[in-house]
């Protein structure tokens, strides 16, 4: 502070006076930087110092460095510049103290708060270690202002307390500003936030209530154009968000990539491949780390409650409960995603999103050839679990219609589905081309869309292969349907054990539809549908529902091997328990063929049947 006060100092070749010198030099002026102990001494220089502009002069050797304070600390925030010129600091340890000592800080980095006005920019940071009880990043713990430019490789963050936030560049990001468009498609940050980024090492969460992201803790400001390549870990597990960039974003975070490994164990909840758990904006995110948790776990993201779009998952996501290719539990809009990945659970397993909330809406997204979905219980290829609503827009015209895409192999054990293993919300227009196969013995409810449906499928077409072999009531579009279904058609092959059905293996609902303009809403089978041990229809293996103003068409070949007196082969129905009136039952070009209760159009009839037109041709 003397230096700079004794300095003749000209701006524009004026004389600045005496008064304005130290404003003037903080707004001018860079400080050089050498060596670790003078990085350690700006912490030390008092409050003025904490507003002046450095600068690295070549790489740092600060492993030598003991009891560092970070800058920002007790003194006050930092709110000058600090340009790294390109330059590194290699080694710092912030846990180092004098004669072997541990050296403790609350909020750990080579900053402990950047302010907001204050920049941090063309540094990089190798080889340190910083550990904070509260956060701790490899830049600083907390930011208010601008982070740019800067690499992290080969550093630790941990956070030691029970909570906290640790990042491999920043434990905390409040710098916020607006993301501008610019020509090369990315957004340019205008102002204060984290900005051109990357980090390749490893972040700790050490507490069980820890939010860890490979760049940032939590973000509550703005974060984009950056990518980590980082091991994200937890120690005991946490509940609080894991995430490969951002554990918990309530900001907003735009084109990040995120590379390494995020792993939550079997104790964490809430883990994404990208963001932990997400409350604020996230647009154009891509990962290819590997993603495991116990539950609530997603390719992009553990946890969403916001609008979501660009997204794209290449890689495995393990975990229980609520795993999803995406996102593991969507209460909000999901749109313009693709899963690439092997996604394993147990229950609530989605190729897309595990869970799909209500109100939560999915869109213009793709479940690739190359995505394997296993789980037991209510297993799908878009969601394992579907409240929400599930739709292509409106297929009939070219300006709303969006994408729905839906392939791979699915295998599950009881409410499996091609888009949905359980939905009681709404799947409209969806067009399923994802092989379902049974896991072992005792499975049951296979469906091509659903494998239950307590909602609404309507337009829905199954074009797979419905491979449910030892599996009881598999349907080309819903296992066991007690909701609303509307004019749906299956083209693929259904196989399961018994109660296997073209459309549906067993019916409760009924099935209403209109006469319109002469013509009656259509459910139809064209694929070939066999019994492996029981019986089977063409459009529903068991039905004890009422069906009105329906046109039934099956063309396919229905084959039952049942042999008792409990299960029938039908052209139609295999058993019929339901009142239908005013529709029209035809079994055409396909062949029935059964041992025992073998019928054109139904094997077992208890229901009544008036006002409806029979063809078996």
Do not use: W
Request: hydrophobic residues 30%.
């Amino acid at each position: 502070v003397n230096e700079l006060e004794a300095l003749e100092f000209y701006i524009n070749e004026e004389d600045v006076g005496n008064n304005d010198k130290i404003a003037e030099a903080s707004k001018h002026v860079y400080v050089e930087v050498d060596n670790g102990e003078q990085l350690k001494g700006i912490q030390s220089a008092g409050n003025d110092a904490l507003g002046y502009n450095y600068a690295l002069m070549g790489d740092i050797n600060a492993s030598d460095v003991k009891d560092y304070e970070a800058i920002g600390g007790e003194n006050g925030e930092f709110t000058g510049t600090f340009d790294g010129r390109g330059n590194r600091v290699i080694g710092l340890d912030t846990t180092k103290g004098s004669n072997g000592s541990v050296n403790t800080l609350t909020n750990a980095g080579i900053f402990s708060t950047v302010g907001e006005g204050g920049v941090v920019k063309n540094v990089n940071i190798y080889s340190g270690n910083f550990e904070g009880t509260n956060t701790a990043g490899s830049v600083a713990g907390m930011n208010s202002g601008r982070i740019e430019n800067v690499t992290g490789f080969g550093n630790t963050v941990t956070v030691t307390g029970a909570s906290g936030n640790a990042g491999g560049i920043v434990g905390v990001n409040n710098g916020k500003s607006d993301f501008a468009a610019s020509d090369s498609g990315a957004s340019t940050l205008t102002g204060n936030g984290i900005y051109d980024v990357q980090n390749v090492g490893s972040v700790i969460a050490g507490g069980n209530k820890v939010v860890a992201g490979g760049l940032v803790g939590l973000n509550a400001g703005a974060l984009g154009n950056s990518y980590s390549d980082s091991a994200v870990t937890s120690t005991l597990g946490t509940s609080a968000g894991l995430g490969g960039i951002a554990g918990v974003n309530t900001g907003d975070v735009q084109f990040v990539d995120s590379l390494g490994v995020t792993n939550g164990g079997t104790n964490s909840d809430k883990v994404g491949g990208i963001i932990g758990v997400n409350e604020g904006n996230m647009y154009s995110g891509y990962n290819e780390s590997i993603v495991s948790g116990k539950d609530n776990v997603g390719g992009i993201i553990g946890v969403n409650t916001n609008t979501v779009s660009n997204i794209v998952n290449a890689t495995g996501v393990v975990g229980t409960n609520n795993i999803g290719g995406l996102v593991g539990d969507n209460s909000n809009s999901v749109t313009n995603g693709r899963n690439n990945g092997t996604i394993t659970g147990v229950e609530n397993v989605g190729g897309l999103v595990g869970y799909n909330g209500k109100d939560a809406v999915l869109t213009d997204l793709v479940n690739a050839e190359a995505a394997d979905i296993t789980g037991q219980k209510y297993v799908g290829g878009i969601a394992g679990n579907n409240a929400g609503t599930i739709t292509t827009g409106n297929a009939d015209d070219e300006d709303e219609k969006a994408n729905l895409i839906n392939r791979g192999s699915i295998t599950g054990h009881t409410y499996v589905g091609g888009v949905a293993g359980t939905n009681s919300g709404t799947i409209i227009n969806a067009n399923n081309d994802v092989e379902l196969n049974a896991d072992k013995d005792g499975a049951q409810y296979f469906g091509g869309i659903a494998g239950e449906n307590t909602g609404t499928i309507e337009n829905a077409t199954n074009e797979a292969n419905v491979n449910a072999a030892g599996a009881n009531y598999v349907g080309g579009i819903v296992g066991l349907n007690k909701g609303t279904l509307k004019g749906s058609s299956n083209e693929g092959s259904v196989t399961g054990l018994n109660f296997v059905g073209g459309v549906a293996g067993k019916n409760e609902a009924a099935i209403n539809g209109t006469l319109t303009d002469g013509e009656l809403t259509t459910i139809k089978n064209s694929g070939k549908v066999t019994a492996e041990k029981g019986g089977a229809g063409g459009i529903v293996g068991v039905n004890s529902g009422a069906i009105n103003n329906v046109h039934l068409i099956s063309e396919g070949t229905v084959t039952g091997t049942n042999s008792d007196q409990e299960s029938g082969t039908g052209g139609i129905f295999g058993i019929n328990k339901g009142k239908i009136t005013n529709s029209v039952l035809e079994n055409t070009k396909g062949t029935v063929s059964g041992v025992s209760n073998t019928g054109g159009l139904i094997g077992i009839n208890s229901g009544d049947i008036s006002q409806t037109s029979l063809k078996n041709v």
